[in-house]
């Protein structure tokens, strides 16, 4: 089982990649913004998942803090788009995003109660890296100052979600240790 999510999470960061690697230009920022809009909303329908089946106290609050702070940055972005009259734009590695994100959420959905936790905080991992890694590309290649401040500003709040997912996966799964 735990291969299996190994997997699907590898094939997430594959698929991911590809799409950002076969982009042919630079993405516009805001198609940068839609990339990162829709991971926020992956984000937030998977701890919005992870709510509704987890038993564990420390993931049900990792799970809030990630829908909470994953919103305000959404939130930061629709802000920012309104202000200058546009809106984040689709690309092809948003819509494969879209696709492999409602996919992960059928997968985890599937996973039964006791091997959940597991399955979620290696899907957190694996996305989280992918994020965190994208936005430091993202910062580099965004035109507009707010866009790259916006990531600037976003960044160590991933980061933050990243170590916390790898601290508790490796707490969820040892035996002993209160949840």
């Keep these: 089982m735990k291969g299996k999510r190994i997997a699907t999470a590898l094939l997430l960061l594959l698929a991911w990649s590809v799409c950002v690697q076969a982009q042919d230009r630079p993405l516009s920022d805001e198609q940068l913004l839609g990339v990162i809009f829709v991971a926020n ?3 937030i329908a998977a701890a919005n998942l992870a709510l509704r089946k987890t038993r564990s106290n420390s ?8 829908v909470s702070e994953h919103a305000q940055v ?5 802000t920012l788009t309104q202000r200058y009259g546009t809106q984040p734009l689709r690309s092809a590695t948003s819509d494969a995003l879209t696709k492999q994100s409602s996919d992960d959420i059928a997968d985890l959905d599937e996973t039964g109660t006791y091997d959940f936790d597991e399955a979620y905080l290696d899907r957190e991992v694996a996305f989280l890296q992918k994020l965190v890694n994208t ?3 993202y910062i580099r290649t965004a035109r507009s100052a ?9 960044r ?13 996966q490796i707490t969820i799964g040892s035996p002993g240790l209160i949840h």
């Excluded at 707010?146 to 976003?154: F, K, N």
């Excluded at 990243?162 to 601290?167: F, G, M």
């Design 41 to 43: 909303q992956a984000e």
């Design 59 to 66: 993931l049900q609050v990792f799970a809030k803090r990630i």
């Design 74 to 78: 959404n939130q930061e972005i629709a």
């Design 135 to 137: 936005v430091d590309g």
């Design 146 to 154: 707010e866009v790259r401040t916006l990531l600037i500003r976003s």
């Design 156 to 168: 160590p709040s991933f980061i933050f979600h990243l170590d916390q997912a790898q601290r508790l």
